[in-house]
């Protein structure tokens, strides 16, 4: 039986991307908030981005619990 080799990647790959204006705004927010640079903050959006998508992939929900213990479900289209 032959092993299906995945495709390599590099360590890191550069992108040049143009952010909305409300994007731009939040990149520069939770930077000066988490002290983190501008590429950190993107990385993890991507991240986050990726496993909430995979999570709904397997059918699970997004949910946030306020502080009175009230849970929301959380929508992205």
Do not use: W
């Not at 520069?28 to 990726?50: F, M, Q």
């Amino acid at each position: 039986m032959e092993q299906q080799q995945l495709p390599s990647h590099p360590d890191s790959e550069r992108y040049s991307v143009t952010l909305c204006p409300p994007a731009v705004t939040i990149v520069s927010e939770l930077t000066a908030e988490s002290g983190v640079s501008k590429s950190d903050v993107i990385n993890r959006a991507v991240l986050l981005l990726g496993f909430v998508e995979s999570e709904r992939a397997k059918g699970n929900d997004l949910m946030i619990r306020d502080t009175a213990g009230a849970l929301e479900r959380i929508h992205i289209i």
